[in-house]
């Protein structure tokens, strides 16, 4: 049998890929097994819904 992962979190369950992701979510960070961060871009649709809507006449 393989030896623990000892990037696992303490559950004993961790599955960890080659990128540092566990099958629960969690990411390795260099240290210790921890959320993901959330990486939110800002939407370039979302912007040019606001600058059509701003060019269209009101009735």
């Known amino acids: 049998m393989k030896s623990p992962d000892k ?3 303490g559950s ?3 599955i960890i890929n080659d990128a540092g992701e566990c099958w629960c979510g969690q ?3 260099g240290e210790k097994m921890a959320a993901p ?3 939110l871009k800002p939407s370039t ?3 040019s819904e606001q600058d059509s809507d701003k060019t269209k ?3």
């Open 7 to 9: 990037r696992c979190c």
């Open 12 to 14: 004993g369950v961790c």
């Open 27 to 29: 990411v390795w960070d």
């Open 37 to 39: 961060s959330l990486n």
């Open 45 to 47: 649709l979302k912007n």
């Open 57 to 59: 006449p009101e009735s």
